[in-house]
């Protein structure tokens, strides 16, 4: 085998090897949402109220299905199969993960805003054991209030109005909200990205000068939100736990194949102009 095959199939086994971590985080984080789930309060709309508490599992299982499909699509399927049934059904399914992918976003909003709203505890925290109070420890992080924890939790402590029998300490109230806070700009970031992606696709397949200067400026607005990608599994590397940091990073690497796909692509359209543009 010559060096430059062993390259190639060692690229594939490491891209491939990344998509499998990323599917394998769905299940991670539908137990992590399963164990918090069941300290939300009840809402009058199950279905939001679910979109809410499972967002992160929503919004891995949706863009696992986009990233495969864009996979297959850049450098799997020939370009001269992208059509008919075969089409229909690959923008049928991106449609239902992008919106599945939006409900996320809405979920994580509303998880933040959520956290927003606390009052002060009116009594002892000691006085609440009886009535299975938890604590929020950080974001998606309960323990029970009991009675050999309770006089740790002060006059400070905080009732969270948006969950049901959850007080918290002010500074894990807070890093509850950054988290979410950040939740929400992580995922509000990699929309972006995706839709930069489609019109590097789908439009970016001129090579004049004025396209030339649109790529660079496309490139700029990429590398800034990458920049706030690196910069949200940085704080959740030491914020977060290990799942959200650990996520983020295999994200990254997966967006990293998914750009090296596009760029060989488009090196393809500018040697050959005529060839058609993959339907993407």
């Not at 239902?96 to 505890?121: D, K, N, Q």
């Not at 009991?146 to 948006?162: F, H, I, K, L, P």
């Not at 750009?259 to 500018?270: D, T």
Request: glycine fraction near 4%.
């Amino acid at each position: 085998m010559s060096e430059s095959v062993l390259s190639y199939q060692l690229y594939r086994w490491a891209k491939y090897f990344i998509y499998a971590m990323l599917t394998l985080n769905i299940w991670f984080f539908l137990a992590e949402e399963l164990a918090s789930a069941e300290f939300a309060l009840e809402a009058d709309d199950t279905a939001v109220m679910g979109i809410q508490l499972f967002s992160a599992t929503l919004d891995t299982l949706a863009w696992v299905i986009l990233l495969l499909l864009f996979e297959a699509e850049t450098a799997v399927i020939p370009d001269h199969r992208l059509k008919g049934l075969l089409r229909f059904v690959i923008h049928a399914v991106r449609m239902l993960c992008t919106l599945a992918i939006c409900l996320a976003f809405l979920g994580y909003i509303a998880e933040w805003t959520t956290l927003l709203s606390s009052m002060p505890v009116t009594e002892t925290a000691c006085s609440l054991v009886s009535d299975n109070w938890v604590v929020m420890l950080k974001l998606d992080e309960f323990i029970p209030l009991t009675v050999d924890n309770c006089a740790q939790w002060g006059s400070d402590a905080r009732v969270v109005s948006g969950l049901e029998h959850v007080i918290a300490a002010p500074s894990g109230l807070l890093a509850a909200q950054r988290l979410a806070l950040v939740d929400v700009v992580n995922a509000g970031a990699w929309i972006l990205v995706v839709v930069l992606l489609e019109i590097d696709v789908r439009v970016l397949t001129r090579w004049d000068e004025m396209a030339r200067f649109v790529v660079r400026i496309w490139n700029s607005i990429k590398l800034a939100l990458y920049a706030t990608l690196i910069a949200a599994a940085i704080f959740w590397g030491f914020k977060g736990n290990f799942l959200d940091f650990w996520d983020a990073a295999l994200w990254l690497f997966a967006f990293v194949f998914i750009e090296l796909n596009v760029f060989e692509w488009q090196q393809e359209i500018r040697d050959d102009p005529d060839s058609s543009q993959p339907d993407v």
